[in-house]
């Protein structure tokens, strides 16, 4: 087996501590990043006179074709190696003999790790944009196709006032927006270096880096930068963090959402239908129809919540620079990557084909218990105070349950004892869904496309 150390020792690994410390079973994934790294590295080993052009060629054909085999699928990892690097460098060797050995001149793991991993994230950043762009679109596309629908709002589970059903899914679109902000703030904080050495740097000048930042790489939109601080560089684990801590946050938006689609479901709300092709059945009850999808969203949350705090734990008592703990920030970081980028896939189609029961909606806007505020609201714009006004429409609402009347059907005296402002003709316009929702001025409308 290839590895980039070893001298110094006697005594070869024992086969339980090299099972105990590989991660080529995890960090296999960074294949593309640590090869497009190491294209960079021979073009500045060239610049330093540290390659000739015949050894820069070779090199760089053998890396080409290793990035051509990643790029094909046929790119096997053999996970008897300790990690992707050392596999890379066997690979190198096979295909370009000894010159390989000078691949790591002036190289540490422990810079080309950092490397690869802000690589990584960086794709999977726009990736993950990319996908709550579009599923943003899908509940601004069902709200629109909707139109002016009214629905029954909550607070506490229980009902609380009519609202529009776009502006219920304008505010997971407002939710998601800002997730989309916190992946871009994480995007622009992550700086692709190289040159940190194992901890000080190298003995190769900054500047050349610069030079070649512009070459090769550049195309792929590889903005490579020599590093600031050495130690800084290759202890740097808050990018993984910050995303983890974004993903933890979408993933409890998707959840929430997810929650109140399961409960619009069930029979007890009968809000909503569940395309067929994204519910599951019982494998004992003939008659189920589960949000399956849905309920995994809600659970995956704690996953994702398990993994940012894996990682903070993991990195809050170390010291600089580089430790081996660090290496347990990968299965965490693509973890979540891949949990919120599955969900919003998912999601966006099962989105695509929800339908509303709007007579079953409209029956439950019925309850005339939602309209207790703009009752109040009435008197309060006929100058009683507020204080008062809620006083007067509590007892309405009590009289209405205790004698099992509607507040609509009730007399012109009746109403009348409750306060001379409450007419029926009053009532029945107040008590309206369309009214109520008309009726709130302080929320600027907003369209979003």
Known sequence: MTKLWGGRFSKPTDKLVEEF???IHFDYKLAEYDVLGSIHHIHVLKRQGLLNNAEHKKLKNGLMSILVSIADESFKPNDSFEDIHSYIQYLLEKKTGKVALKLHTCRSRNDQIVFDTKYYCLRNINKTKKLLESFNVSLFDLAIQNGEMQIPGYTHLQRA?????FNYFNAYIEMLTRDIKRLKNAFSNIKLTLGAGALAGTFIQSSKYN????????ERGLFIRPSSNALDTVSDRDFVIEILSALAITGMHLSRLSEDM????SKEFDFIDIDDAFCTGSSLMPQKKNPDVLELVRGYSGRLYGNLVNVLVMMKGLPLSYNRDMQLDKEPLFDSF???QDELEVLTKLFKNVKFKKENIAKQLGDETLYATDLADHLVKNKVAFKDAHTIIGKLIRHKLTSKKDIVNM?????????PLLTPAIVKKIINPEYSVKSK?????RVLR
């Open 411 to 419: 007399g012109a005296d009746e109403l009348k004892s409750f306060h």
């Open 211 to 218: 030079q070649k930042a512009k070459e090769y790489l550049e």
């Open 338 to 340: 891949k949990i919120v």
């Open 262 to 265: 399961i409960l619009w479901a």
């Open 21 to 23: 410390t590989k991660s």
């Open 441 to 445: 001025k302080s929320v600027k409308k």
């Open 161 to 165: 006032m009519p609202i529009k059903l």
